[in-house]
């Protein structure tokens, strides 16, 4: 596949980070991308903007507000979008809500018990919601496929015990949505980008004196996760963990920067 020329795609949780990169990434190969997020207007890191970007970079950027945290918003979200669209080609779970305060180090019982909500209600739950409620219209689909953005954190240690929980769960649940999307010819993968200089991380890094030069941008990441959706050998791969920075490699990836950082990111 060269390009994403009439393709429909959705990116849950693009006013910024990850899914604002993915959706831009999918607008450059010309797909049809819609925004979601709750973050709405000219700001920097709002969907509206993030549409507008996509389509500056060659696609039809489309911005729909959604609370994922609501299974009505959501729920009105997909008949939107079947509604106007008649189907639906990429599914990217992305959106994802950072506790406040971010819920970094101590224990668990450091933490008010609302981080589990914020890291498995929405990051986990609402894809699963999502998931529910896009099946019809990918059904409709000649080429429908499917990446849940997770984390290293479903391997190993990062940040608290609740986010590992849910990435943990989001792994699982993609490789077994896999397992049952595959009768219908439809590949799902798990995405691990690595160290990402999303705004909330460079808001942190500028007040910490943190070197972020290493580190993925997320247009890198998206580019990544378009590379793979665009791929003959996607349902192949389904049910697996797809790492950006061997994506990065196979496909001959760069940033906007001319960067690909490639060192693997985990919590040793």
């Not at 972020?212 to 590379?227: I, K």
Request: aromatic share 8%; with cysteine; charged share 20%.
């Amino acid at each position: 596949m060269d390009d994403l020329q009439g393709q429909i795609a959705v990116v849950t949780g693009a006013s910024r980070g990850i899914g604002k990169g993915t959706a831009i990434a999918l607008g450059e190969k010309g797909a049809t991308v819609y925004v979601t997020g709750r973050t709405t207007g000219d700001g920097d890191r709002t969907i509206d903007t993030t549409a507008r970007l996509v389509t500056e970079a060659g696609g039809d950027g489309r911005a729909i507000p959604c609370d994922h945290g609501s299974d009505d918003d959501i729920a009105a979200l997909f008949e939107k979008i079947g509604k106007e669209a008649g189907r639906i080609d990429i599914l990217v779970n992305n959106v994802y809500k950072i506790p406040s305060p971010p819920a970094w180090g101590g224990g668990y019982w450091d933490h008010p018990i609302q981080v589990w909500d914020d890291q498995v209600g929405i990051g986990l739950r609402a894809h699963y919601v999502a998931s529910w409620h896009a099946a019809q219209w990918m059904f409709s689909s000649d080429y429908a496929r499917m990446i849940n953005v997770s984390s290293p954190g479903g391997q190993s240690y990062h940040f608290s015990s609740s986010y590992g929980a849910g990435k943990a769960g989001l792994d699982r649940l993609t490789a077994d949505m896999a397992i049952e999307l595959e009768p219908k010819g439809i590949p799902a993968c798990i995405l691990y980008p690595g160290s990402v200089a999303t705004e909330f991380i460079q808001d942190h890094a500028e007040s910490q004196g943190m070197d972020l030069s290493q580190s993925q941008t997320p247009l890198l990441v998206g580019r990544a996760a378009t590379s793979l959706l665009m791929s003959e050998d996607m349902m192949s791969r389904s049910g697996s963990i797809q790492w950006v920075e061997d994506l990065v490699l196979e496909f001959d990836l760069y940033d906007e920067n001319g960067s690909r950082p490639t060192e693997r990111y985990r919590n040793r």
